[in-house]
């Protein structure tokens, strides 16, 4: 069965830091994963995914995401936060059991301090 | 392109109530999923449909249940509304179910209230 779990339910970071959010995954097959932002009162918004092509990802608005095997995670870094990244972020792994589904985690609220 | 689009936005419905919740994907989409995200948790998968047919199913009771359309909208139908069916339903679209790497897109959801 497929899991992630995401480590910190809150990460608070002062704007020009460095984000990083963490993501630990379970799967029985070499995993799909995904990383999602949510802004207040929207949908989910796709940043990046791993699909085995690379491990260190680039995704959207300057965020990356490094597949490690060996310690199963796969964290979200952004060099330098800005005042826009705070959002929440759900780390996710396709079921690969039939349906197209992901398995989501419980979701980081990231704030950005001025 | 449009994206995923969902109505109504917000409902308010009392317990024992049935509601029908709706969602139109991507052009060119054939695959629509359902998910429920209760406050503070991740979303959780109840449905997928590709081409008409049921594909999925998560670990939600017969009061929910789903149907989509020759133009691959779908309906999502919860029956005897629950306190706890309180959340933000989410629909995502995705251009087929072949593969287990296709990208989900979301819509911005419902947010039903149940009193």
């Known amino acids: 069965a497929q899991s992630v779990t995401q480590l910190g339910s809150h990460v608070s970071v002062s704007e020009g830091a460095l984000v990083l959010l963490r993501c630990n995954y379970s799967?029985?097959?070499?995993?799909?994963l995904f990383w999602y932002v949510q802004y207040p009162n929207q949908g989910l918004q796709l940043l990046l995914k791993y699909t085995s092509a690379a491990t260190l990802v680039k995704g959207i608005n300057g965020f990356e995401a490094e597949f490690k095997k060996s310690e199963t995670s796969f964290h979200l870094t952004k060099p330098s936060a800005h005042m826009s990244d705070a959002a929440e972020y759900f780390c996710a792994v396709s079921g690969q059991t039939g349906a197209n589904n992901l398995f989501f985690g419980t979701g980081t609220r990231l704030t950005v301090i001025p | 392109d449009a994206g995923v689009t969902q109505s109504p936005t917000h409902l308010i419905k009392t317990r024992g109530q049935h509601v029908t919740l709706r969602c139109s994907p991507i052009s060119g989409h054939k695959s629509v999923s359902w998910y429920q995200q209760v406050l503070g948790q991740g979303p959780q998968f109840i449905f997928q449909y590709y081409e008409k047919e049921e594909r999925g199913r998560g670990n939600f009771p017969d009061r929910f249940s789903a149907r989509q359309f020759p133009n691959y909208s779908s309906e999502l139908n919860v029956n005897a509304l629950l306190l706890g069916d309180s959340a933000l339903y989410l629909c995502?679209?995705?251009?087929?179910?072949?593969?287990?790497?296709?990208?989900?897109?979301f819509g911005p959801g419902t947010r039903l209230l149940v009193l």
């Open positions: 799967s029985s097959v070499p995993p799909y």
């Open positions: 995502a679209s995705s251009s087929s179910t072949s593969t287990f790497q296709e990208t989900q897109y």
